[in-house]
């Protein structure tokens, strides 16, 4: 009886110590045409924690409070790891999946590098056209 009560006792410890130990995040995912990603995958890096973007490419989330990324992916596009650290809504850009044939690795490694320079003014300009929203911190 002791055992069971003991059991009992250590099992309702475990559970209410993980209880509430989440967090949920929002956001959008869009490619660089500013089109909204309907059906996105949106996962945890080790991909326990899965959700989809509805038609206008908004996703939920919940996963656990210590993640600090999540990837982005979409057929046809680059996918993608955003940091979310202490994010609450997380705007997801992700570009055309662009490979040329007989490129050196020093050419690919160039050419990828500039285009992702080019992510940030994308950012900006749909922020300011309202497509993506400014993304907030979790208070």
Known sequence: MVVRLLFVFLVTL?????YGQTKVLTGRTIDEHFQ?????????IDST???????????RIEVPVNTSKL?????????DTFNIES???INMLLLDDIKIEF??????KKFDKK???HKKPLYKEAIKKG???EEKFCS
Request: glycine share 4%; proline share 2%.
């Open 115 to 117: 285009r992702k320079k």
């Open 103 to 108: 490129q050196t690795v020093e050419e690919a």
């Open 14 to 18: 475990l559970t209410t110590s993980t």
């Open 36 to 44: 909204p990603l309907s059906n996105a995958a949106i996962h945890t």
């Open 49 to 59: 924690f899965t959700t989809r973007a509805d038609e206008d490419g908004y996703f």
């Open 87 to 89: 994010k609450c809504y």
């Open 131 to 133: 497509i993506l929203k």
């Open 71 to 79: 990837v982005a992916w979409y057929v046809g596009l680059e996918t």
